[in-house]
T-cell receptor, first 110, second 116 residues
Framework: DAKTTQPNSMESNEEEPVHLPCNHSTISGTDYIHWYRQLPSQGPEYVIHGLTSNVNNRMASLAIAEDRKSSTLILHRATLRDAAVYYCILRRGDTGKLIFGQGTTLQVKP | NAGVTQTPKFQVLKTGQSMTLQCAQDMNHEYMSWYRQDPGMGLRLIHYSVGAGITDQGEVPNGYNVSRSTTEDFPLRLLSAAPSQTSVYFC???????????????FGSGTRLTVV
């Protein structure tokens, strides 16, 4: 299964944009890029996913590099409630498996 | 509310006991899976199912059995609990294997299992 690489931790100030990077150099053509976040003592929560084009939803934006070897999750205006572990995951296009890595712990400072 | 329901929320077992963790979804999702999360770690895939009657192994399947007799339910069975199985267990579902439709996975709130 293709792996992703994320920084262990990042910090942000409240009300500022946050760019969370992810490298996935071994991505295959049918793998979708997924982002989830997990707040303390809760189950993961879906944030966004995409294949090739940039994607926007009410929670975030996903910017995908043209060669698909990297992507960036963009939180447009961080709030204290956005402090969580953010996971970048490649979902296998054939089996549908979602294999988690270690994720990035985002701290948001007031 | 529509979603993934896991029961029980907490469980303590003695070594060697068996039990079943229940998972049910009411969203008509075809794809379901079980994960475990050890303290300070990411989630690891135990078993998954792409539809009723079909199951397959994930990253860490040893010590666990699953079945999928209906679209709605995907129970996880521990046949002989061991302390190494102390963990938080999450069930998740998605509309289909294909991401062209649907909005990713929906996760349950988890079952905290302690084996003593």
């Amino acid at each position: 299964d293709a792996k992703t690489t994320q920084p262990n931790s990042m910090e942000s100030n409240e009300e500022e944009p946050v760019h969370l990077p992810c490298n996935h150099s071994t991505i295959s053509g049918t793998d979708y890029i997924h982002w989830y976040r997990q707040l303390p003592s809760q189950g993961p929560e879906y944030v966004i996913h995409g294949l090739t084009s940039n994607v926007n939803n009410r929670m975030a934006s996903l910017a995908i590099a043209e060669d698909r070897k990297s992507s960036t999750l963009i939180l447009h205006r961080a709030t204290l409630r956005d402090a969580a572990v953010y996971y970048c995951i490649l979902r296998r296009g054939d089996t549908g498996k979602l294999i988690f890595g270690q994720g990035t712990t985002l701290q948001v400072k007031p | 509310n529509a979603g993934v329901t896991q029961t029980p929320k907490f469980q303590v077992l003695k070594t060697g006991q068996s039990m079943t963790l229940q998972c049910a979804q009411d969203m008509n999702h075809e794809y379901m899976s079980w994960y475990r999360q050890d303290p300070g770690m990411g989630l690891r895939l135990i078993h998954y199912s792409v539809g009723a009657g079909i199951t397959d192994q994930g990253e860490v399947p040893n010590g666990y059995n699953v079945s999928r007799s209906t679209t709605e339910d995907f129970p996880l069975r521990l046949l002989s609990a061991a302390p190494s199985q102390t963990s938080v267990y999450f069930c998740a579902s998605s509309y289909s294997t294909s991401d062209a439709q649907g909005d990713g996975y929906t996760f349950g709130s988890g079952t905290r299992l302690t084996v003593v």
